[in-house]
């Protein structure tokens, strides 16, 4: 016998299920936990471990594919918690319709990569970093998350909040740079994006703070590579940022593939176990990453995926993405009692539990509506927050003699070099590829010529490819030069030149890049270099002897209009790098946040036996919260509320910035501080705090911070984060290298 709920037909016996888990006339109110508690009930062994299982989609893969067996049968069978890279209303309701049909009708969810947009194409994390708006990079998140869930999307394997101070590894364009504080606040911001009013809504997906933990670390920046360092550092440094993802309600987490500490992260019970679900309480559940259950065979850790799928069901991993060892040993570890069932409950539980928040239960098919998906497929509303995040993100480096902003009445410009017409790589990595990308996506050379006055002439030359060595184009490039009156050369990476499996030893513009720009420079005419990367580059000449550098990183699907309007004025650049630049590789890793040593350099040229280079300074070429802007900030000194202050008071820290130049625009001020002496050595700066002004021209506003005695704390060596009495520094500043400085006391 059967009977519908909501246009589903169940067995009679599931009356018994529904009268569980819904509220009906006949069931008193159930909390979440108690609807989980009864599903639970009612599920069988390899139900849950079903619940545990999650594969990728045939549509599109993020990782290495396993070709075997049937994915629908074995989700009508009950045997597939969760499908990744499934996208559309379509396909989504698909695959749920057949989860309908397994007894327990349990629904999926769908889990994907929206990393920075999913239809509209944000600038890449990193990028989003430099904009220091926390407001910006959450509204960004959030039409990520609208965008992605009227697709059918339920769950966004993001934020990434790995602190990286290693660009040579490829993923560093996928977080928020090497500061801890400030890459907090961004987890924090991103996490609220992408949950939005709560899960439940049907424009909220569920965020994934990723990847757990230190997976930036990587010894010699190669991507996969082992992580050993003091639990000191992991507590101070790496995890900071997934503990406030976790406080701001991150509905789950993804364990990374590194090895920490000798123990693979998705075996490691004193990340999931003790840190995350006892110390931080945490209440979501953790997916592993692509493989990286079964993976733990080739660290040496466990003989097989027997071992394996034991040692991340017992260390805390909920659910095993793609590797197979679950839904192929775990039943059988629960009957051999080397997995206790409580483990697998609370696994199951974590699950069902979310997919209850969700509102799967009740709708299955609720993230499933045409309209929807259809409304938000090209909303204009989203177009315009692109653009305004993309022109937040773009840095000045160099602006010797004013050169930009350019007039819109230039007579001629000519625009050299293999990213003027780019349209895909303008997206970087983790983005998609929609069939009207070409139309939609605007180049550099779509910027400009849009934005300039009729009476310019535009002039193309490519010069040269990304990465091939011929130097045929370059005459052309020259000629379109001379014929100019100045000159935009693009230059960078190509948008998979930095990314997941994308570690590169050498971080220059590749091919013969350099070479096509030193060609141009030597006709004499003035030359703005715009930069196009994922990740921090090493371009000493340019730096030298280019006058105007712009760092466009990957902007999206606004690109060229926002590049287009930082060089013709009508936005005044304001970003600061989240994200130290080398000088050359050999300088890795370089952070603004290191500790004094015992000899520390006095200056670039101090080699009196210090520690430093013989063959290069020790700065680096841009400093971590560096920008330039087309008008000038000066800062007054530091004015303090007293010289010292006790533990449960305040001090407060005011400094006067004024715009001294010819345009308004927007500063990030930037408050550091440093603790003398420790009982354990403290960095020479730590980033606590900054604000964004926007001033008018001959305008000054006073910022003001409070500096309390819990900004001073630290993990000591016996991993208490305590604070200490003593002298400190504060430091206020447009950059990490260029600040005003006072003294304070914090006494008993
Ligand atoms: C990848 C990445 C991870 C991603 C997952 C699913 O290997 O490491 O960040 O979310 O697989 O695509």
Redesign the pocket.
């Known amino acids: 016998m059967l009977y519908e709920i909501n246009g589903s037909s169940f067995p009679v016996y599931s009356l018994l299920y529904f009268n569980h888990i819904f509220s009906g006339s006949f069931a008193q109110k159930k909390t979440t936990d108690q609807k989980v508690d009864s599903v639970l009930k009612l599920m069988t062994l390899d139900e849950k471990i079903g619940q545990m299982n999650q594969y990728n989609g045939d549509w599109a893969a993020?990782?290495p594919i396993t070709k075997d067996g049937d994915k629908q049968t074995q989700i009508k069978n009950g045997m597939v918690g969760s499908m990744?890279n499934v996208t559309g209303v379509d396909h989504t309701r698909t695959l749920q319709q057949i989860a309908m049909q397994s007894r327990m009708k349990i629904p999926l969810l769908f889990g994907q990569?929206v990393i920075h947009g999913y239809r509209t194409i944000f600038p890449l994390p990193l990028a989003e970093a430099a904009s220091w708006d926390l407001k910006a990079m959450e509204q960004s998140a959030r039409i990520a998350a609208v965008e992605a869930s009227a697709a059918g999307v339920h769950w966004t394997?993001a934020p990434?909040v790995d602190i990286a101070r290693d660009p040579r590894w490829g993923r560093v364009m996928e977080g928020a740079g090497e500061d801890t504080y400030l890459g907090s606040l961004i987890a924090a911001a991103r996490v609220k994006g992408f949950q939005g009013r709560g899960l439940g809504n049907t424009d909220a997906v569920m965020a994934c703070a990723?990847?757990f933990a230190a997976y930036g670390a990587a010894v010699a920046g190669r991507d996969y590579n082992s992580v050993d360092m003091s639990l000191r550092q992991l507590l101070e440094t790496y995890l900071p940022p997934f503990k406030a993802a976790a406080d701001a309600g991150a509905a789950t987490f993804?364990n990374s593939?590194n090895d920490l500490n000798g123990i693979p992260a998705t075996g490691n019970a004193y990340l999931q176990r003790e840190i995350l679900k006892r110390k931080w309480n945490f209440k979501g559940f953790v997916v592993s990453?692509?493989g990286s259950v079964g993976e733990m065979i080739n660290h040496g850790f466990v003989k097989d995926n027997y071992e394996a799928a034991m040692a991340a069901a017992n260390a805390g991993s909920d659910m095993d993405m793609e590797s197979r060892s679950y839904i192929q040993n775990l039943a059988t570890l629960v009957k051999e009692g080397k997995v206790k069932i409580s483990v697998v409950d609370d696994a199951v539980k974590r699950i069902l539990k979310k997919k209850f928040e969700m509102g799967l239960f009740a709708e299955p098919y609720k993230f499933c509506n045409e309209a929807r998906e259809k409304e938000q497929w090209n909303n204009p509303a989203h177009i315009v927050a692109a653009r305004d995040i993309a022109r937040k993100s773009i840095v000045l480096l160099k602006n010797e003699k004013q050169l930009l902003p350019l007039s819109k009445q230039t007579k001629t410009i000519a625009l050299i070099g293999p990213f003027v017409k780019a349209k895909a790589d303008n997206l970087g990595f983790w983005s998609y590829d929609w069939p009207d990308d070409t139309a939609r996506i605007v180049s550099v050379w779509d910027g400009i010529k849009t934005k300039i006055g009729t009476s310019t002439k535009l002039l193309y030359a490519k010069g040269c490819d990304i990465k091939d060595t011929s130097r045929s184009g370059f005459a052309e490039a020259v000629e379109a030069a001379m014929q100019s009156d100045v000159v935009i050369i693009t230059a960078g990476e190509a948008r998979d030149m930095t990314g997941?499996a994308k570690s590169k030893s050498i971080i220059r513009l590749p091919g013969v890049q350099e070479d096509l720009i030193k060609a141009v420079a030597a006709t004499g005419k003035p030359v703005v270099v715009l930069i196009s990367a994922g990740r921090p580059l090493v371009f000493n000449w340019i730096a030298n002897n280019v006058p105007a550098i712009v760092y466009t990183w990957w902007l999206g699907t606004q690109a060229g209009n926002a590049i287009a309007d930082v060089l013709f004025g009508d936005y005044n650049p304001s970003a600061k790098l989240p994200i130290s630049f080398p000088r050359t590789e050999g300088q890795i890793p370089i952070y603004y946040n290191h500790y004094n040593t015992g000899r520390p350099a006095h200056n670039d040229s101090d080699l009196n036996y210090v520690s430093a280079y013989i063959d290069l300074p020790n700065s680096p070429q841009y400093a971590f919260g560096y920008g330039l802007s087309y008008t000038s900030f000066l800062y007054s000194d530091i004015e303090l509320s007293k010289k010292s202050f006790k533990s449960g008071e305040k001090l407060t820290v005011k400094c006067t910035v004024a715009n001294a130049g010819n345009y308004e625009g927007e500063e990030t001020v930037q408050l550091y501080i440093r603790d003398l002496f420790g009982s354990v050595v403290r960095p020479v700066k730590e980033l606590k705090g900054f604000q964004k002004l926007f001033l008018k021209k001959g305008e000054s506003k006073t910022v003001e911070f409070i500096i309390t005695a819990d900004d001073l704390r630290f993990y000591n060596d016996k991993l208490q984060y305590i604070y200490e009495p003593g002298d400190f520094k504060v430091f206020v500043g447009g950059s990490s290298d260029n600040v005003k400085e006072a003294d304070f006391r914090l006494i008993k």
């Open positions: 993020t990782g990744l990569d394997f990434m990723k990847h993804m593939f990453d692509w997941e």
